[in-house]
């Protein structure tokens, strides 16, 4: 009944919607494209054969998701993968890998709209990645009879409480959700409280994403420059936390003439702040997208590009794990397991934190409290070749071992 009621709401809200995200086009958080392919409005036709829908909202949920496409691919070669994302940045992202997948946005959760959507694609098979819950999608493939499932499902406790609060309502939703494949036991507990009837705890997917292609040529110059440096890469920074890198470096500077320190931030445009704070340390930085070669004599280099995060985890010998000292609750440290790093991370690793076990448990990577602490533990991996190769080696291992893990859960979804 509720449910039905939202439905209603929905459509009657729909210019409202459309208003609000055109002035989103406006302000250039969405182009022409994803207006109307977010409104069903697209061009492209269903195939024929079997056809799996797969979503993830923005590039993190979407690289585990491409994932789970090729993995369901090797299985079944004669499936059509249907990929949707919500956000500019990982739309241009997932099409330029080239995959042989549809793609196209996520259809805004507008009744009519939904409806629309189901029935020109006619899923066989539904996979949401992580914490996307919309009751109009939800409740259509209930309706038409197609499975629903939520991949590496995480929910938090603000969310749960959220939901919780509305239960008459919430209730209908998540009764409706077939499978539900969990990273944390937390979000087990709170999936199975809200209706959830099978909910099943594994490791997480981004343990199977595969490694991006490196530009060689990029590569090969960069390592060339670099060859007698030692690299420290902070990925993923978020406001302020390249002073815990400055003060790092203040420290290490003392032991080390031969260091230079990467800061990749989460978002491009915090980089003036990141060269602010540079400055006023009087600290000599370079910037990516205008010193691409002229990095030798300086101690920092800002990556204000996208796309080259494994590039400079190949050329680094410790990856700083962003988002880890601030309340943000860390960034996928899993991305490094390709590479031969040592993995660092902050105190505020909650949103990996069954990950951030297994890493310390394992002995697969080193957790520090701040710039004193990091400045300890890299002087240690520094000095000691035994230890980091030890530390990359174990990362590695447990890396494999959980992938392995996942990869008998995906076998699920064979058509």
Partial sequence: MIVRFYKYISNLLSPLIFFYF???FFFSKEDKGSLLKKFGLSKVKRPNGKLVWINGV????????????????KNNSNTTILFTTSTLTAFEVISGLKKNFIITYTPIDINFIVKRFIKSWKPDLTIF????????IISEHKKNNISFSILNGRISKKSYIFWKKISFFSKEIFTNIN???????????????????????ISNLKFINSSRKIDKNEYHSLKKILSKKLVITLFSSHEEEELVLINCYKNLKKKFSNLIFIIIPRHIHKSNQIMLNLKNHSIDFALRSKDKNNINEKTFYIVDTYG?????????HAAIVGGSFKKIGGHNPIEISNYDCVLFFGPEMFNFNQIKEI????????????????????????????????????F??????????VKKVLKNFSM
Avoid at 129 to 136: A, G
Avoid at 308 to 316: G, Q
């Fill in 308 to 316: 080259e995060l494994n590039l400079f985890f190949k050329l680094s």
């Fill in 129 to 136: 990645m992580e914490s996307e819950i919309w009751p109009n």
């Fill in 179 to 201: 499978l539900c494949f969990v990273q944390n036991q937390e979000s087990k507990n709170y999936f199975e409280s809200l209706g959830v009837s099978n909910v099943t705890l």
């Fill in 58 to 73: 923005s590039i993190g949920e979407a690289k585990s998701g491409i994932t789970v496409a090729e993995e369901i691919l």
């Fill in 396 to 405: 590695k291992k447990l890396c494999k071992e959980e992938a392995l893990k």
């Fill in 359 to 394: 890493i310390l448990k394992k002995k697969a990577g080193f957790e520090v409290n701040n710039h004193e602490d990091l400045t300890k533990k890299i002087t240690l991996i520094l000095n000691n070749k035994k230890l980091k190769e030890q530390t990359i080696i174990n």
């Fill in 22 to 24: 055109v002035i989103r």
